[in-house]
């Protein structure tokens, strides 16, 4: 197998092999695959596991003194949509802030996970879908969480197990959605478990007539697993619409990407799958969300899945609980010139001039002022009642009735193949 990288950036990655297709005569034939690689930079370093006398760390080598690269403007994306999306990066990173800080007063009740350095890739995916798509964030999105219509009380009061969380104070963390309003699956803790959740959710839908875009994340870690191929898999088949988010974020805890998989690009996964890959720097909004969205319009014509590669940098540990010493400290300064709230204000600010620095001070007093209403509001809820813990656990007043959400099915389920093509599909919802 031969891989080709054009020297120019944002152009397409070529992998040709050499073989017989399947149905083709024996003689020999070059495939040609391509992932769209929208990166204004490719970052050139690896990082290697080394022994220090007893101890096992890591070492980065490679130039990580090149210039930060530009964002790249979006097809699709106006002056008031990207300051929108401004907008949600900076209330999700001083949400997350905010967060912390209530953990260090000790008012949280286990753990905070952060998505720092990965706001541009939860907002501008989230802001892609339409109101009858569907999300499934998992830790690192809470800014996902934001765009789709929560507040930011809802995550804080979660994380301090209080009596108005959405789970009522029964978990501590991020397991938490809304499958009637907002069209949010709780997150499943389990890495790739989401996946074929969501295929079953698209599926739904079709039943029901319409092609909705599902979208969710897996990490550079958690793609590992068997569940995410399956999921992946039977996406695929169906041609259903997943937009799956590969966050690259080059450590999955304290494994470093180098030691998780192979291939150069997760991308190319897309490949083996049959859907299109696609390679995005998960660091600039404009490109996440022009790469969102064409998934998410995709989903809508009943073209099926789309797997989108956001590389980035998990810029804190695992969660509050972990320092990162692992981490060689020159990635993090590499990573640090790239911070997408930075990158994206001075695109808006210097670069576009779409805002001035008096409007720019504005809407940032405007996130802190909203932020410490919603804090006020979390602290001051009060801790559930000690004879409420057994509530929940059992079917309440209807709570499991399942209502159809797109319409009546038009085909009986179990009466011949699922109509998962596109023309069939039309045949048979007319
Ligand atoms: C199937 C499974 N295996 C292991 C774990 C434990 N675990 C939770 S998060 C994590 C690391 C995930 O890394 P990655 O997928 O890269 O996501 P990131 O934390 O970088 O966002 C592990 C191993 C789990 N939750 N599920
Ligand atoms: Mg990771």
Known sequence: MKIQKKANTGTKKTISKNGAGRGSTALPQQRTYSIPDHRLEKSGFTVRQILKGEECCYEVSGDLNVPVPPIRDSKYLSKQQCIEIYRWMVLNRKMEQALENLYKQGKVVGGVYFGLGQEACSCASAYALGKDDW?????????????????????????????????????????????????????????????????????????????????????????????????????????????????????????????????????????????????????????????????????????????????????????IHDAADYVPKPMFEYWRKRDPIARFENYLVNVKKWLSPAE???????????????????????????????????????????????????????????????????????
């Open 360 to 430: 720019h001070a504005k809407l940032i007093a405007e996130v802190e002022g909203y932020l410490e209403s919603e804090r006020e509001i979390a602290v001051n809820s009060p801790m559930p009642a000690p004879e409420t813990a057994e509530g929940g656990v059992y079917c309440e007043d209807g709570c499991h009735e399942v209502k159809l959400k797109y319409g009546r099915p038009k085909v009986q389920v179990g009466r011949g193949p699922t109509p998962h093509r596109k023309e069939e599909a039309a045949i048979h919802f007319k």
């Open 135 to 319: 999300l499934a964030p998992m830790i690192r999105n809470q800014g996902s969480l934001l765009v789709r219509g929560f507040e930011p009380r809802d995550m804080m009061m979660q994380y301090m197990a209080k009596a108005d969380s959405p789970t009522k104070g029964r978990d501590g963390t991020s397991h938490f959605g809304d499958i009637y309003k907002r069209n949010v699956v709780s997150p499943i803790s389990m890495l790739g478990d989401l996946i074929p959740v969501l295929a079953g959710v698209a599926l739904g839908a079709r039943l029901q007539g319409k092609n909705v875009a599902v979208m969710t994340y897996i990490g550079d870690g958690g793609q590992s697993t068997g569940v995410t191929y399956e999921g992946i898999n039977f996406a695929a088949v169906q041609d259903l619409g997943l937009v799956l988010f590969v966050e690259s974020n080059l450590w999955a805890y304290s494994t470093p990407s180098e030691m998780q998989y192979k291939p150069q690009d997760l991308a190319e996964r897309a490949i083996a799958y049959g859907i299109p890959g696609v390679i995005v720097d998960g660091t600039d909004p404009c490109q996440v969300y022009d790469a969102a969205r064409e998934g998410v319009e995709r989903a809508h014509r009943g073209e099926g899945p789309t797997l989108i590669e956001a590389k980035m940098m998990r810029m804190k540990g695992h969660a």
